[in-house]
T-cell receptor, first 114, second 112 residues
Framework: DTEVTQTPKHLVMGMTNKKSLKCEQH?????MYWYKQKAKKPPELMFV???????INESVPSRFSPECPNSSLLNLHLHALQPEDSALYLC?????????????FGPGTRLTVT | AQTVTQSQPEMSVQEAETVTLSCTYD???????LFWYKQPPSRQMILVIR??????QNATENRFSVNFQKAAKSFSLKISDSQLGDTAMYFC?????????FGPGTSLSVIP
């Protein structure tokens, strides 16, 4: 199984809503990542979890809250988002958080904030 | 600072022809890994090819090959016998520590 799954595929939320994005992998990978991607732009790193611990937070606003309940699951909790947060949110995983290992990406969640 | 540059925002190629996508990068590291990722329209990003900087031999994966020039910090991707399914955004990237640093991308269209 070389798949990273993400749910939901699409999400529309108002600025006062609270929602969560979910990411799952069963490849035994110990590093997981959240990226934000705008149209025709490269992914921008948001968070990195290494061995279920947050290792990198790229100065992301607190309205985005990551969580890694176990080694297979990664969540991104959303609260009080702004319209400019509308984007494709990608999850990725790699075998270990080291430069030798490529990342496997999920299909993404298309988020629209109204 | 580590940077990746892709100087061709958009390219097109006739089906069955060969196309080369360029990428340059800047790093002070001596040992690193370079990647080309492909993101088809509305589909997920996948790894195309990977190159270890300490290896002089250029990586090859079927129709995809790279021209890695370490001294020039250049890492171009050649796609041979282009197919319609090669239409996608292509991102050059390199990995340092826990992070992948992506270039801005090249949008490739394969024309029938």
């Amino acid at each position: 199984d070389t798949e990273v799954t993400q749910t939901p595929k699409h999400l529309v939320m108002g600025m006062t809503n609270k929602k969560s994005l979910k990411c799952e992998q069963h490849m035994g990978h110990r590093a997981m990542y959240w990226y934000k991607q705008k149209a025709k732009k490269p992914p921008e790193l948001m968070f990195v979890y290494s061995y279920e611990k947050l290792s990198i937070n790229e100065s992301v606003p607190s309205r985005f809250s990551p969580e890694c309940p176990n080694s297979s699951l990664l969540n991104l909790h959303l609260h009080a988002l702004q319209p400019e947060d509308s984007a494709l949110y990608l999850c990725a995983s790699s075998q270990l958080p080291r430069r030798t290992y490529e990342q496997y990406f999920g299909p993404g969640t298309r988020l629209t904030v109204t | 600072a580590q940077t990746v540059t892709q100087s061709q925002p958009e390219m097109s190629v006739q089906e069955a022809e060969t196309v080369t996508l360029s990428c340059t990068y800047d790093t002070s590291e001596s040992n690193y890994y370079l990647f080309w990722y492909k993101q088809p329209p509305s589909r997920q990003m996948i790894l195309v090819i990977r190159q270890e900087a300490y290896k002089q031999q250029n990586a090859t994966e079927n129709r995809f090959s790279v021209n890695f020039q370490k001294a020039a910090k250049s890492f171009s991707l050649k796609i041979s016998d282009s197919q319609l399914g090669d239409t996608a955004m292509y991102f050059c990237a390199f990995m340092i520590d826990d992070k992948v640093i992506f270039g801005p991308g090249t949008s490739l269209s394969v024309i029938p």
